[in-house]
């Protein structure tokens, strides 16, 4: 699946719920299938900074595909995470670069969070692009 087509997924999926308090709890849901990270890897470095939870991403670059794993020390954070994750896992680097991110308004999430959580999204999404931007530059 292409990253579009999986951010299209997520916003019908969430477009089932009425309300807020159900689409958080589907949140949780969505970290307690996170791909965990290897605790090897819980290390400084891969904290995402800006968050206010801790935030550990890992990447590593299969079959010319990055794979994200991660984990957080909140759940709501975590839920948010793996939204993230599961878009943009499994995919070439320069496409997660050139992806559009509108998914997450589309879903309501950046509104409905609280300011600091709403740094800490945007700084997930820069981070995860960054490591596309490493390993791109490998791959050229």
């Excluded at 951010?7 to 849901?29: A, G, L």
Aim: aromatic fraction near 8%.
């Amino acid at each position: 699946m292409t990253i579009q087509e999986i951010q299209e997924n997520i916003v019908d999926e969430f477009s089932m719920f009425d309300d807020w308090m159900q689409r958080y709890e589907y949140m949780i849901e969505l970290g307690k299938s996170l791909p965990l990270i290897d605790d090897q890897y819980k290390i400084d470095e891969n904290l995402i900074k800006g968050c206010q939870s801790k935030v550990w991403v890992h990447a590593e670059l299969a079959d010319d595909k990055l794979v994200f794993t991660a984990d957080s020390d909140a759940i709501i954070t975590k839920g948010i995470i793996a939204i993230l994750v599961r878009a943009f896992s499994n995919q070439k680097p320069q496409d997660i670069i050139g992806a559009d991110t509108g998914f997450i308004d589309e879903i309501g999430l950046k509104e409905h969070l609280s300011p600091t959580r709403a740094n800490g999204l945007v700084s997930m999404i820069k981070q995860l692009k960054m490591y596309a931007v490493a390993y791109q530059t490998q791959l050229n």
